[in-house]
């Protein structure tokens, strides 16, 4: 799980830096936090909403804040990271996500959390990609594959750590300590690369869609904030209709600009390649259902089965076990009979997982009732996430690969947002009483989505064997 925006970009005989391990240590350090918060926030929810006083709207913005920023910040960041220097748009990144995870802890009331989360998310899109820059431009030949399989395996590791701290620090210290972590990391990262990473003069200048990055981003948000609002007011209610329409029009906005600079944030046309659509569309379903797993299963393990956060954590484990046990499964299954199977098996069990889950009862075990529907879901999506990734980059030309694999991270980020906006929508009757009604319901709605991506699977997805690429390439 980790993000992919310019790879393959570096000279070919420069130097190695003399001291890159260490530097690779201190940015894996830094990603960790990124991939961390994306999951380790989910367990902490409940305790949260109760302390700060938080209703259902502004606990689904607790964590679409920072993945709708950070996922439609990401191109952009990636960007920056060219034209201004890879060093110093990850030290600019990695302020402002240390002073943000600070704003988060210390937020006494719904307005200052999600405001602090969406900057961390802002910090993120901007040290990710060029974290990742930084480790393609400085490992070379056989070392640069070791570097980014260390960096990929930080995407199985995040996600893990993530369920089991953010329940081990609610349970202890308090859910603020979930975000206060990235603190002291942060400072040390910040004091330790400069020494070890000499500066350099990587800045190419040149032009920034800031635009395009803006236009998506409000887009995204308009509709999320559309499905939110659904939830309270209805899907025919003015606010709820302008708010869709609003964002419709901002997405429309950003094709037509896009189409028309010469320097776009995403050149649209490579969509048009079968591949890369497929990749994407994979890559927006399965992150979005995985993602509205984890929070609606972490609302219904605390507030209807009572759970502690500890305990909850503990029953997430598994789960993120599981998911990296799919991903294994899927890349023997692509490697043997391509990625088609993969995928269409991969959304058929996310929809049996789904469909397990809508059968919740109110008053169920975490262990019988929960774990084998989570865990049969995790086990597809594991499958589909490593499809999206495999698909989209191993059908692509060389000139546009980094383009793609930004595209593919951003089509995680947006889908989690846009996932968990739709099922906190659906579910809003059990997230406001602790009811088990709206749990069915959103369950059915992503067993629904997961059979309807089985049937684009397999039309879509190319058959055969993708061809050999050069290098691993992941996405989160």
Same mark, same amino acid.
């Given at each position: 799980?980790?993000q992919?925006?310019?790879?393959?970009?570096?000279?070919?005989?420069?130097?190695p830096?003399p001291?890159r391990?260490?530097?690779l240590?201190?940015l894996?350090l830094?990603?960790?936090?990124?991939?961390l918060?994306?999951?380790?926030?989910?367990?902490a929810?409940?305790?949260?909403?109760?302390?700060?006083?938080?209703?259902r709207?502004g606990?689904?913005?607790?964590?679409?804040?920072?993945?709708?920023?950070?996922?439609?910040?990401m191109l952009? /960041?990636?960007?920056?990271?060219?034209?201004?220097?890879r060093?110093?748009?990850?030290?600019?990144?990695?302020?402002?996500?240390?002073?943000?995870?600070?704003?988060?802890?210390?937020?006494v009331?719904a307005?200052m959390?999600?405001?602090?989360?969406?900057?961390?998310?802002?910090?993120a899109?901007?040290?990710s990609?060029?974290?990742l820059?930084?480790?393609?431009t400085?490992?070379?030949g056989?070392?640069?594959?070791?570097a980014l399989g260390v960096?990929?395996?930080?995407?199985?590791?995040?996600?893990a750590?993530?369920?089991?701290?953010?329940g081990?620090?609610?349970?202890?210290?308090?859910?603020?300590?979930?975000?206060?972590?990235?603190v002291?990391?942060?400072?040390?990262v910040?004091?330790?690369?400069?020494?070890?990473?000499?500066?350099g003069?990587?800045?190419?200048?040149?032009?920034?869609?800031?635009?395009?990055?803006?236009?998506?981003?409000? /887009?995204?948000?308009?509709?999320?904030?559309?499905l939110v609002?659904?939830?309270?007011? /209805?899907?025919?209610?003015?606010?709820?209709?302008?708010a869709?329409?609003?964002?419709a029009?901002?997405?429309?906005?950003f094709?037509?600009?896009?189409?028309k600079?010469?320097?776009?944030?995403?050149?649209?046309?490579?969509?048009?390649?079968?591949?890369?659509l497929a990749?994407?569309l994979?890559?927006?379903?399965?992150?979005?259902?995985?993602?509205?797993?984890?929070?609606?299963?972490?609302q219904?393990?605390?507030?209807?089965?009572?759970?502690?956060?500890?305990?909850?954590?503990?029953?997430?484990?598994?789960v993120?076990?599981?998911?990296?046990l799919?991903?294994?499964?899927?890349?023997?299954?692509?490697?043997?009979?391509?990625?088609?199977?993969a995928a269409?098996?991969?959304?058929?069990?996310?929809?049996?997982?789904?469909?397990l889950?809508?059968?919740?009862?109110?008053?169920?075990?975490?262990?019988?009732?929960?774990?084998?529907?989570f865990?049969?879901?995790g086990?597809?999506l594991g499958?589909?996430f490593?499809?999206?990734?495999?698909?989209?980059?191993?059908?692509v030309?060389?000139h546009?690969?980094?383009?793609?694999s930004?595209?593919?991270?951003?089509?995680?980020?947006?889908?989690?947002?846009?996932?968990?906006a739709?099922?906190?929508?659906l579910a809003?009757?059990?997230?406001?009483?602790?009811?088990?009604?709206?749990?069915?319901?959103?369950f059915?709605?992503?067993?629904?989505?997961a059979?309807v991506?089985?049937?684009?699977?397999?039309?879509?997805v190319?058959a055969?064997r993708?061809?050999?690429?050069?290098?691993?390439?992941f996405?989160?």
């Amino acid at each position: 799980m980790s993000q992919t925006t310019a790879a393959g970009q570096h000279p070919a005989h420069a130097s190695p830096t003399p001291r890159r391990w260490r530097v690779l240590v201190l940015l894996c350090l830094a990603q960790f936090m990124v991939i961390l918060d994306v999951t380790v926030v989910n367990v902490a929810l409940p305790v949260i909403a109760d302390q700060l006083g938080l209703e259902r709207a502004g606990l689904t913005w607790v964590v679409t804040a920072y993945t709708l920023c950070l996922g439609g910040l990401m191109l952009l /960041g990636g960007r920056l990271a060219d034209a201004l220097g890879r060093r110093r748009v990850f030290l600019i990144g990695l302020a402002v996500f240390t002073l943000a995870s600070l704003g988060s802890g210390l937020a006494v009331n719904a307005t200052m959390l999600v405001a602090s989360r969406a900057a961390q998310g802002i910090g993120a899109a901007l040290l990710s990609p060029s974290a990742l820059s930084i480790v393609t431009t400085t490992f070379h030949g056989p070392e640069r594959n070791k570097a980014l399989g260390v960096w990929a395996a930080l995407g199985g590791a995040g996600a893990a750590a993530g369920v089991l701290l953010g329940g081990l620090f609610t349970a202890g210290p308090g859910w603020e300590w979930v975000f206060f972590i990235n603190v002291p990391v942060g400072v040390l990262v910040a004091i330790a690369l400069p020494l070890l990473l000499p500066g350099g003069a990587t800045a190419s200048g040149g032009r920034v869609d800031v635009s395009g990055a803006l236009l998506v981003t409000g /887009g995204v948000a308009g509709l999320i904030y559309g499905l939110v609002r659904a939830g309270d007011t /209805g899907w025919g209610e003015a606010g709820t209709l302008a708010a869709l329409a609003a964002g419709a029009v901002l997405l429309a906005a950003f094709v037509v600009i896009e189409r028309k600079n010469v320097n776009p944030l995403v050149r649209l046309g490579i969509l048009a390649h079968r591949p890369v659509l497929a990749g994407n569309l994979v890559m927006l379903a399965a992150s979005g259902l995985l993602l509205s797993s984890f929070f609606l299963c972490s609302q219904y393990l605390q507030h209807v089965l009572r759970l502690s956060p500890l305990s909850t954590g503990a029953l997430f484990l598994p789960v993120a076990l599981v998911i990296g046990l799919g991903t294994h499964l899927g890349i023997r299954v692509i490697g043997r009979f391509g990625g088609r199977p993969a995928a269409a098996v991969g959304f058929a069990l996310a929809a049996v997982g789904a469909f397990l889950l809508a059968q919740l009862p109110a008053e169920g075990n975490a262990w019988t009732d929960v774990l084998p529907g989570f865990a049969v879901a995790g086990l597809g999506l594991g499958a589909a996430f490593v499809t999206a990734t495999t698909t989209a980059m191993a059908h692509v030309d060389p000139h546009d690969a980094g383009m793609t694999s930004g595209l593919i991270n951003t089509g995680h980020e947006l889908g989690a947002s846009l996932g968990i906006a739709f099922v906190s929508t659906l579910a809003a009757a059990s997230l406001d009483t602790g009811g088990i009604t709206g749990f069915s319901t959103a369950f059915t709605g992503m067993a629904v989505v997961a059979a309807v991506m089985v049937v684009v699977a397999v039309w879509l997805v190319p058959a055969g064997r993708p061809p050999a690429t050069d290098g691993p390439v992941f996405a989160h």
